[in-house]
């Protein structure tokens, strides 16, 4: 008898997996055809146990929203970047890693994921009702302390969190995080300018003429109504060489790169942006009152800039710094090797 566990998006067969490569929760179609002429050729009693991520929701006010947890130990809360874009995925990079010894919680921020479907104004989408939505999540689950790892975007909510409840949180991971203030927000676009070529600058004044009458709502509709919209090839490609950026070798293209633009929600961004300069969001000097250990980890050559970084440093007390060589802003997929060496030693 073989008891297998699936769900959601996920397959996790400890008994299995040393000897198994999983691409994303997937597995490869020719190691399924090798498990299946293992297990005809052979009479075997295999119980193949699994550790399943649960999906559960919560309400904020009118407002649904969904988390995932899998594993048991001290909780620690996966906070993707975006705004908007698919937890699934920092759930898929992450996950596996820490479940044997943690309580992996990965919330579904408003506006992404399984909590996508909201209106997107100036009411819903603000740093304050991200940080409310935490920690209603953590009422909800009885946490009294969690470890927060925060990526990007994700950086930033855990570091807004942290100035606002300290008492709650246990440790900080930052991971290419987004700058805990207004300073030096700027930075992240004009270092993306700088790094695009004029020719690729021509190519996306052209692609943007294609797409720019539809309205951000209207984008996200089509990428999963119409994906062959002319709007949204266009589009694509201009997020394509954006992306692009992201990264210390530039001919890299993330391998879910289709999966994070067709389910990446790109109407929080500039609600976001709107509310950190308007409102000159700074939470440096909250931060510089906390003692909890925090671990800062970036490339050298992520596109935000290391003031970025540097203004991270210097808001921390207790703070660990990890920086890796020939490394954009997507350092779980350039460096992966050196993050989890970093990471795991972290939390050890």
Request: glycine residues 6%.
């Amino acid at each position: 008898m073989v008891q297998v566990c699936i769900v959601i998006q996920e397959i996790s067969l400890t008994a299995l997996e040393s000897k198994y490569d999983f691409n994303n929760g997937m597995f490869n179609i020719h190691k399924i055809e090798l498990m299946k002429k293992i297990l005809t050729g052979f009479t075997l009693l295999i119980t193949i146990n699994c550790v399943a991520q649960q999906l559960d929701s919560f309400q904020n006010g009118k407002i649904k929203l969904y988390y995932e947890t899998a594993g048991s130990g001290q909780p620690i809360y996966l906070l993707a970047g975006g705004p908007g874009y698919p937890p699934e995925i920092i759930a898929r990079q992450l996950r596996d890693s820490l479940k044997s010894k943690f309580t992996v919680i990965v919330l579904h921020q408003r506006g992404s994921g399984k909590s996508k479907n909201i209106v997107c104004t100036e009411e819903t989408i603000n740093i304050a009702a991200y940080v409310s939505d935490l920690f209603l999540l953590m009422k909800v689950r009885g946490d009294s302390k969690a470890i927060l790892l925060g990526e990007s975007w994700g950086g930033l909510l855990a570091q807004a969190f942290a100035a606002t409840h300290p008492q709650l949180v246990a440790k900080l991971i930052l991971v290419a995080s987004a700058p805990p203030s207004y300073k030096f927000w700027h930075v992240l676009e004009d270092n993306q300018y700088a790094r695009t070529s004029q020719n690729e600058k021509d190519s996306m004044q052209l692609l943007q003429r294609i797409f720019e009458k539809k309205t951000p709502a209207a984008l996200d509709q089509l990428k999963q109504t119409h994906p062959e919209d002319a709007a949204v090839k266009a589009y694509y490609q201009y997020v394509t060489i954006l992306h692009r950026n992201h990264y210390y070798n530039r001919s890299h293209i993330d391998p879910e790169f289709d999966f994070a633009f067709y389910n990446f929600n790109f109407q929080p961004i500039p609600l976001i942006d709107k509310d950190v300069l308007e409102n000159k969001r700074d939470y440096t000097a909250q931060l510089k009152k906390l003692s909890i250990p925090v671990l800062i980890i970036y490339g050298r050559q992520d596109d935000q800039g290391e003031s970025t970084f540097q203004e991270q440093i210097e808001s921390f007390k207790n703070k660990k710094v990890v920086v890796l060589e020939k490394c954009g802003h997507e350092i779980i997929q350039e460096q992966p090797q050196q993050f989890f060496k970093a990471l795991l030693g972290f939390l050890q």
